[in-house]
């Protein structure tokens, strides 16, 4: 059997996501429910919604983030959060 080789691969719209849902969701406290279920799924949402940058390096990682400091990029990423929220609002999965 051949052994498994382990890859280092990240997603780095991940913390560009996360970043911008704390910043503009979390801390200004605009959630009707802010349970963890709730925000997970607001994160997977947009995460899947938003095409995906992948990287195995920190070097490629801070080249996305570089990209996503354009204020265009930034608005589109905060549009597709902006529905994933109302989406998770309107139909929670919890009771």
């Not at 990240?10 to 279920?37: G, H, S």
């Not at 990287?55 to 959060?81: H, P």
């Amino acid at each position: 059997m051949k052994d498994t080789k382990e890859y280092a691969v990240l997603n780095a719209m991940e913390p560009i996501v996360i970043r911008l849902f704390e910043d503009n969701y979390l801390k200004q406290r605009t959630l009707v429910c802010d349970c963890d279920k709730c925000q997970l799924d607001i994160l997977l949402l947009t995460l899947n919604k938003l095409p995906p940058r992948y990287t195995s390096s920190q070097a490629g990682e801070a080249y996305v983030k570089a990209l996503y400091l354009n204020n265009q990029l930034q608005s589109d990423i905060l549009t597709v959060l902006t529905q994933a929220v109302k989406v998770i609002e309107d139909r929670p999965s919890h009771p």
